[in-house]
C-alpha cells in the first residue's frame, strides 16, 4: 500500500495496487500547475485509490477538455488527474507521495514545452 497526501496535510489518500511508470511531463500545463520545469506522474486504476481524510477539500479544475485536475483548496497541492473519457484511469502526482512506490520514470514528455533553463542530463528517453 502507498500514502501519501497534500502540503497541509489535510488531504490524505492510500493506494492499494501499483502504479504504471512513471514520466517527468514538461507540458506548460504540468509546469504552471506545479511552479516547476516539469512534474512526475504515474497511472493507477482508479479502484485502488480512496481518500483517508480531507476529500472535501479537493477541487477541481478543467485543464483541458475531460482532463480534471484535483487538487487541495487548501494549500493548493495537485493530487490526481482524472479523464471524462477513461475514469477507470488516475494519474498521481508521485511529489504527493510520502512512501516509495518503486516504480520507474520511463520518459521525458511533451519537451516541446521545456523550460529553457533546464539541461537534462540523465538517459530516460525523450520525447517532443
Not at 479502484?47 to 487538487?71: H, I, N, T, Y
Not at 537534462?120 to 525523450?126: G, K, L, N, T
Request: net charge negative; charged share 25%.
Amino acid at each position: 500500500m502507498l500514502r501519501g497526501g497534500c502540503l497541509c496535510g489535510g488531504v490524505r489518500y492510500e493506494i492499494d495496487g501499483g502504479l504504471g511508470p512513471a514520466v517527468h511531463c514538461h507540458c506548460t500545463q504540468c509546469r504552471k500547475a506545479s511552479g516547476a520545469s516539469f512534474a512526475t506522474n504515474a497511472s493507477l486504476d482508479a479502484k485502488d485509490f480512496r481518500f483517508v481524510s480531507g476529500e472535501e477539500l479537493m477541487g477541481e479544475f478543467e485543464s483541458s477538455p475531460g482532463q480534471f485536475r484535483r487538487f487541495c483548496t487548501r494549500c493548493g497541492s495537485q493530487v490526481v488527474k482524472r479523464f471524462a473519457d477513461k475514469p477507470e484511469i488516475l494519474r498521481v502526482r508521485m511529489g504527493t507521495l510520502d512512501d516509495d512506490p518503486e516504480v520507474e520514470v520511463v520518459a521525458h514528455v511533451f519537451l516541446r514545452s521545456k523550460t529553457p533553463w533546464l539541461e537534462i542530463a540523465d538517459e530516460i528517453p525523450q520525447h517532443e
